[in-house]
């Protein structure tokens, strides 16, 4: 039977708890209590016991919530306690900059398999994976599966990179070129936009300064 | 008088409907339905005129939203009518990605100057842009004013980086680094994470998958 559906805002602020829960792992953090959750995302601790009550029980009241269980609850929850492939197009500075990024394994992702167009990097290396080209898509992925890309090129090759990944049996994008692409329904596209980040920013810091005597700029949902 | 609390999610898709509103305009449509947003954005007719509500009256029933007055509407929502000067440091690979990224100047962003501690880096050019070095940033920001600066170094030095961007009159920060920024509360600090996206689109892939058959893979907020 599939999980009931839940709000996306949910399952982002949900890989922000992670995200977080991974951090105090790391500083030997053994326990969180919804208030100190708050204290260090920014989400209210209200929001969390509700986000996380999408998906049952997590935590004793008065106790608290094991910080290592409830990261591997979350993991469970997003489906990334095993190791996912990953396929990246596009070798320039963005795809340069998101293989160097921190913590692909700690979220179970790894990146299989790089492709360019650009003669020059075809068969390079990039962090240890080699560049190939683009019609070597649909065979390369017939030995690696990979059901996740990631789009790290310009406007007008997305599509076209899109129609390529999805032939080759992804069933998720992450799209980072600013451009809405057409896919089939079974596929799942989500729009990564830098610029909206400094929108949403920019509202924010406006309202700040508009009431700065401790009304939030936001409210929860 | 500050405008009433919007959830932030409601904002992000604000951002949303402005990059797709942005598009039409391109294509030269002049009016849209909640509808055809929908099919645009992925996100529900009955929540664009959900999220449109919190700022007021938008379109008038069965004529549809004319194109460029809701961009403009949205655009003054987000407070990004008017240019806003922008503090980008780290000229890496992320940095230089961020910094070609077509359409800073449709949201009216413009980054005015960039930082980097790499001496090779310093006195070259950055799309146009002069890099210096972070000790110039107080006396560089003294003549722009910048409000907005946007984190792209690695995590050692995120914070750093966030307390030199605050001491010189920075108040909202795009977070780029995997790491928990401490900051004082005038200050807004939004963390992007890359790889949290992924584990969302983990989420909805298997959901996909455990429902093919029409029933949605996220509910509406």
Not at 161 to 182: E, H, S
Not at 183 to 191: F, L, M, N, T
């Amino acid at each position: 039977m599939p999980e009931p559906s839940v709000p996306l805002p949910a399952l982002e602020r949900m890989a922000a708890y992670m995200r977080c829960l991974m951090q105090l792992e790391r500083e030997n953090v053994r326990t969180v209590s919804s208030q100190e959750m708050e204290a260090l995302t920014g989400i209210s601790a209200a929001q969390f016991r509700k986000d996380l009550s999408y998906f049952g029980e997590f935590g004793k009241r008065g106790i608290g919530y094991d910080v290592g269980q409830l990261h591997q609850r979350i993991a469970a929850v997003l489906r990334i306690q095993e190791e996912q492939p990953v396929l990246l197009v596009g070798a320039g500075n963005l795809g340069s900059a998101l293989i160097a990024y921190p913590g692909w394994g700690d979220y179970g992702f790894r990146i299989v398999a790089v492709f360019d167009e650009d003669p020059a990097k075809i068969g390079t290396d990039l962090r240890g994976v080699r560049i190939r080209p683009l019609r070597d898509l649909p065979q390369v992925n017939r030995d690696l599966a990979a059901r996740i890309g990631i789009i790290a090129v310009p406007a007008d090759q997305a599509q076209a990179v899109a129609d390529a990944l999805i032939d080759a049996g992804v069933t998720g994008i992450i799209n980072f070129a600013p451009v809405k692409l057409l896919h089939p329904e079974h596929v799942i596209v989500r729009d990564v936009c830098f610029i909206c980040e400094l929108a949403v920013l920019s509202y924010l810091i406006h309202a700040q300064e508009a009431a700065p005597d401790g009304v939030p700029a936001q409210a929860a949902d």
